[in-house]
């Protein structure tokens, strides 16, 4: 549900830290109708013109808090909202190319009462601005 | 013994999601609607929960009152899966209900909507407190299950022997869903499905002949098999399972099973312009409510939303103004 919202290219834009472009960042959703404690935000795919970036190279920033998505599941108090726009950072020295690019996420969600979880998926093609 | 009108902010779920309403504009339109009773998805629309904020149960009264609403219930979840490499002990699930029991009670809420996965045991003990701070605990009947699947029955039996008006059931309407809502088959077409096999979803849905279990949780073994056979794709076992668990349940049982019912929630996928709905036929079973003397909520669940929204705009206000223009109707209100 909600896939076609997932992703949200608003913020998409590259980073910089001390002068140098770090990676990038992008807003995304999560597919489904309430907030959740992040240990239920379970698998997330990210793919970008076709290449899948590596969970390590990810956090996410969710209420204020940033945590790298490798640790999203040993946090069963900190909360994704319902609708809540995470910002999700990925670690990409260099950052990508001002243009179009291929955004693709999937991400499963660990829903105690649906047997296997779910999952959500949402592809767009995001402009970034030079 | 009344029926009494309400709607879960859940069937608001779209503009809420989008920021496109707050929790205020919803209940500034449920009120606007001619709607007295409100439920809500803490987790949903209450950021933070399961800590409510004495700041944020001021606002709620104070658009209770402002706007002349009733909280009748919350809906509850117990993630039991939270903790890594482990589920919940019985105590902790407890803990978290307890938790929820006195967060209704904080709301003014009368009914909490146990989901369906609790079981006799986790509930039997937490009847004082829940009678301490008049909170019913109402475990779901939600298609595929029924009043007369497994788990039920064991309720049933605990129910009978604790004799405790606090635990009890909600009943999910959609256990009467007469035929495959249209606005389902349209988006499995819509999401890649052959139109064959989205045919004989729906055709074997109305005619009772498509493959499933009677409890939620559970899948039925060849139902994907069957659309693997006619050549559907891994996503459309998937949609299959996700779109066709309702069920066409036997009403005329309802009325030895109404005295165990504090609360209703009012499923439904898509209200027609003539305000009948196109899967659920309200009007089979609301005599038999009525006639049994259901004494309580039905709360407005629109669940059509999730169907739609790929390609159409979701007009949330609108499905549930032409809802309670039917459950007028039916409750002879109009």
Known sequence: MYDKYLIVGEVFKNVEQGGQVTGFQLGLRLPYYRGVVLSLVGEMVIKVDGEQVPVGDMSVTVGGKTLPVSQLENEPVAKWEFGEVGILTVKKPGGLKPGEHKVEFSQHMLISYVPTGFWGHDEKTLHLAA | ?334
């Open chain 2, 1 to 334: 013994m009344t029926i009494k009108r309400g709607v879960s902010l859940y069937s608001f779920q779209e503009e809420y999601f989008l920021r496109k309403m707050s929790l205020e504009d919803i209940l500034a339109t449920v009120a606007k609607l001619g709607i007295q009773g409100v439920e809500i998805i803490p987790d949903q629309m209450i950021p933070g929960y399961p800590v409510i904020t004495d700041e944020f149960a001021k606002r709620w009264h104070g658009w209770m009152d402002k706007y002349g609403l009733t909280p009748v219930c919350i809906d509850m979840f117990l993630d039991w899966n939270k903790f890594k490499g482990r589920v919940m002990s019985d105590d902790e699930r407890r803990d978290s209900i307890t938790r929820d029991i006195l967060n209704a009670n904080k709301l003014g809420c009368t009914v909490i909507r146990v989901i369906h996965d609790v079981s006799p045991a986790i509930l039997e003990p937490l009847a004082p407190i829940a009678e301490k701070n008049n909170v019913k605990l109402a475990l779901e009947i939600h298609a595929p299950s029924y009043y007369t699947s497994p788990l039920e029955q064991e309720l049933m039996a605990m129910f009978d022997r604790v004799k405790s008006p606090y635990l009890c059931f909600t009943l999910d309407l959609g256990v009467f869903c007469k035929k495959l809502p249209r606005v389902v088959v349209q988006r499995f077409v819509r999401d890649g499905m052959k139109q064959e096999i989205a045919d004989y979803l729906e055709t074997a849905y109305n005619d009772g002949t498509l493959p499933h279990d009677n409890e939620l949780g559970k899948r039925s073994s060849n139902l994907g098999d069957i659309v693997l056979s006619m050549g559907g794709r891994e996503q459309d076992v998937m949609l299959a399972y996700m779109g066709t668990h309702m069920i066409y349940a036997d009403s005329s049982v309802l009325p030895q099973y109404i005295p165990y019912t504090s609360h209703i929630h009012g499923k439904f996928y898509e209200m027609l312009p003539d305000y009948t709905e196109y899967s659920v036929p309200y009007d089979e079973f609301m005599p038999i409510l009525l006639k049994g003397g259901y004494d309580g909520y039905i709360d407005s669940e629109y669940e059509g939303n999730r169907w739609i929204q790929d390609a159409f705009e979701v007009d949330s206000t609108e499905q549930v103004r032409r809802h309670h223009v039917m459950l007028k109707r039916l409750l002879g209100e109009a």
